[in-house]
Nanobody
Framework: QVQLVESGGGLVQPGGSLRLSCAAS????????MGWYRQAPGKQRELVAT???????VYADSVKGRFTISRDNAKNTVYLQMNSLKPEDTAVYYC??????????????WGQGTQVTVSS
């Protein structure tokens, strides 16, 4: 089994910054893609950004130029640097990882979520 633990959420004013972290632990041989998703009240969960094991990234149009995803493969950790935050970025942010633990195939894991609130 694999656990993903997120940290770094909180309350920030519009225009401010936050950095989210997500550390994976457990039975891990290799982590393929890692990513961040978010879910605002009354809305579906949506992709924010993903990063492959080799560093290729994909961003939602709404966060391009403001958010940066990165990872430390030695620490099995993914980060999300969020700058120029807007009230519409308010949501619960979830970490996701595609992990191969030695079985027949990799599996998809989710963190418990961390609340990000952008408000004055």
């Amino acid at each position: 089994q694999v656990q993903l633990v997120e940290s770094g959420g909180g309350l920030v004013q519009p225009g401010g910054s936050l950095r989210l972290s997500c550390a994976a632990s457990g039975t891990i041989v290799v982590i393929y893609a890692m990513g961040w998703y978010r879910q605002a009240p009354g809305k579906q969960r949506e992709l924010v950004a993903t990063i492959t094991s080799t560093g290729s990234t994909v961003y939602a149009d709404s966060v391009k130029g403001r958010f940066t995803i990165s990872r430390d493969n030695a620490k099995n950790t993914v980060y999300l640097q969020m700058n120029s935050l807007k009230p519409e970025d308010t949501a619960v942010y979830y970490c996701n990882a595609d992990v191969y633990g030695g079985g027949r195939r990799s599996a998809d894991y989710w963190g418990q979520g961390t609340q990000v609130t952008v408000s004055s």
